[in-house]
């Protein structure tokens, strides 16, 4: 049996989550080192790049609604263009996210030593320790941790900000774009990191409470709000402190608290720091395991990291593992470098995602039903693509090479582990069966899409679904007569209730001559009482030439036939108040003359949103 996450985060743990990711070296660090790039219109930078975060923030907002799995950009890409693309995705989100918070608690060092001399590598590993415990133990206590971490640091830079705007000197801001405007976008590129927290909790979507709700609701706040802080923040820090040594800090918002507070200032924000170094390694960890494991889950990993610990619902050997990999990044990797290959690795992320969304929607598969849907599509995703394509055209020749031996690695990997284990289906396909018109596919990934329905939305199947998964499904070609369509139709219930066709025929027209069953162009729902007991049956079709019944110009193309016994009038009311539910829905007259196929059709009913009746 597969093993499932446990589903224990809300709206709050999911703004904390993506803020506490975000606020970090993104706002302590790499603004003294982006100044030295960019001048006094460095806020600006900030503010474009949560700008161009916007598409890629709305595509997994879709996705992860749709598909809300461990694994995050991992599940999206692999089940969009298949695994030799997810491989290079899920290692690449998983080496992103793992470094980066790595690079988080190296430096919290800097800071730290403001406060108390000490060696920062080794306190940077005993934290590293600390949260890869505190996470085994369970997402719970992570997420309360997360809360009181994001909330405190909140309040410091209210504070700052507070503080430090009638301390802004206006002149240094002259010149404003001392390098060219073409810097503000190249820095732009720089600090796009910044924002890489910001989706961090697509890969923890499959432990969201209402992950329709609160997924995309909580990435949006957490955009807005978090880039409000950061302009503001940023915009003071110029104001306040001379530009040289700006340019030369690794403490600037430190330093720019000593410019108006004295040594206290620098000691509180010194503290902040310390407080957002440890929440972006907190949430890194959360949010980072659950790679391997999805890859696990799909073979891609070896099938040890897929193990859910039975106490606390964990992933405690994907934890681990992770944790060892941001211990080796403490150690041994330079930081700069890292900052710069673990943008462009996101860029790359965020170019796959928005091309994800644009395959699943042309791809026309039934099952795919995000509950959010990103605005202005696809000129929203394909703003994102191009603007991406921008970013990474501005980072230089270095973090280009060190990319492409990284995607390299990350494709030989899929041609000798994977490739020989793995045969999936993938949206691509779809779309490509779209276009040349020949059949490529299996219902695989519909099927798989279905699962994932049913957990998200906690579908317990009732006696309706189950009457729905077996019956049977007419889907006729050409048009008919009503009479035409009940002959056939009784046939097969005949056979399934053991009841003389004829005899189910003449009730269906002598119902008919009583009282039309089209309750609604194009919709009829024939339902007749037969003699016996305990017999129920159901036949649903489609007809897209369209069935004739008297008295009605328009032509029927659904029809559900429903057929019981006298005892079942219960039941014959409550499946008749279920299609009722289920046919008023706004789109459903066109999902279901463009289902491809049967199954298709029956998934239309099991998976639409009802009033589910658990009693028998």
């Known amino acids: 049996m597969k093993q499932k996450l446990k589903r224990e985060l809300g709206l709050l743990d999911i703004f904390c989550v993506a803020s506490g990711a975000m606020i970090s070296s993104g706002l302590f660090i790499l603004p003294g080192i982006a100044s030295a790039k960019t001048g006094p219109s460095l806020f600006l930078s900030y503010i474009i790049a949560s700008l161009l975060a916007l598409p890629a923030l709305l595509s997994k907002a879709e996705l992860a609604t749709a ?10 890409i692999t089940r969009t263009m298949g695994p030799s693309i997810g491989t290079i995705g899920g290692v690449a989100s998983w080496f992103s996210l793992s470094l980066k918070s790595a690079f988080a608690l190296v430096g919290m060092g800097a800071y730290a030593a403001l406060i108390i001399n000490v060696p920062i590598k080794i306190v940077a590993v005993l934290l590293c320790l600390f949260f890869v415990g505190l996470n085994i133990k369970g997402v719970r206590g992570a997420g309360l941790f997360q809360r009181f971490l ?28 001392p390098f060219g405007k073409g810097a503000v976008f190249a820095t732009a590129g720089l600090i796009f990191i910044s924002y890489g927290g910001l989706t961090k909790i697509a890969s923890l979507s499959e432990e969201v409470k209402n992950p329709g709700r609160n997924i995309p609701l909580g990435m949006i706040l957490s955009l807005i709000i978090v880039g409000i802080f950061y302009a503001l923040v940023v915009f003071i820090t110029t104001g306040v402190l001379e530009p040289d ?3 030369n800090s690794l403490t600037p918002i430190s330093d720019g608290a000593h410019a108006f507070m004295g040594i ?11 407080l957002a170094f440890i929440s972006t390694a907190n949430a890194g960890i959360m949010a980072a395991s659950r790679y391997p494991i999805a890859m696990a889950r799909d073979r891609i990993l070896p099938a040890f990291l897929k193990r859910i610990n039975k106490r606390s619902g964990t992933p405690h050997y994907s934890i681990l593992f992770t944790g060892v990999f941001m211990i080796i990044g403490i150690i041994f990797l330079d930081l700069m470098l890292l900052v710069k290959v673990a943008s462009t690795l996101l860029i790359l992320l965020y170019i796959f995602v928005n091309l994800a969304v644009i395959i699943m929607r042309e791809s026309k598969i039934q099952n795919y039903q995000p509950k959010f849907r990103s605005p202005l599509y696809p000129w929203m995703q394909i703003a994102g693509i191009i603007s991406g394509m921008f970013l990474i055209f501005e980072m230089g020749v270095t973090t280009y090479t060190i990319t492409a031996i990284f995607v390299l690695t990350a494709f030989l990997w899929y041609r000798i582990y994977v ?11 779809h779309v490509i069966e779209r276009i040349t018109a020949k059949e490529l596919t299996t219902n695989y990934l519909e099927t798989e899409l279905k699962e994932i329905l049913r957990e998200r939305d906690d ?19 050409k048009p008919l007569t009503m009479e035409e369509f009940f002959k056939e139709a009784s ?14 025929s003449d009730l269906l027209m002598k119902r008919e001559k009583e009282t039309s069953t089209v309750i609604r162009p194009g919709l009829a729902i024939p339902h007749i009482i037969i003699e016996g007991g305990r017999k129920f049956g159901i036949l649903l079709a489609r007809c897209k030439e369209g069935i004739a019944f008297p008295e009605t110009q328009d032509r029927v193309h659904v029809v559900f036939v429903l057929v019981g016994t006298k005892d079942e009038r219960n039941f014959h009311l409550r499946a008749l108040a279920a299609i009722a539910e289920i046919a008023q829905q706004g789109d459903f007259d066109k999902r279901w003359l463009n289902a491809r196929n049967i199954e298709e059709l029956r998934d239309i009913i099991l998976l639409a949103e009802r009033k589910r009746f658990l009693r028998k």
Not at 419 to 429: C, D, G, S, T
Not at 460 to 474: A, N, P, Q, T, Y
């Open 150 to 177: 994001v909330f405190g640091l909140f309040g410091v830079l209210l504070f700052y900000i507070f503080h430090g705007f009638p301390s802004i000197h206006i002149t240094r801001f002259v010149p404003f774009t």
């Open 419 to 429: 490739r020989p284990r793995v045969k999936r289906e993938f949206a691509l396909i």
């Open 264 to 274: 206290f200032g620098n000691i509180v924000m010194a503290i902040a720091a310390i």
């Open 245 to 247: 040594k700006l340019h």
């Open 491 to 504: 046939g097969f219930l005949a056979t399934e209730l053991d009841t003389d066709s004829g005899t189910i």
């Open 459 to 477: 579908i317990v199947e009732d006696r309706f679904d189950r009457l729905i998964g077996g019956c049977k499904i007419l889907d006729l070609e």
């Open 67 to 76: 598909m809300p799995k461990a694994g995050g950009d991992y599940f999206f």
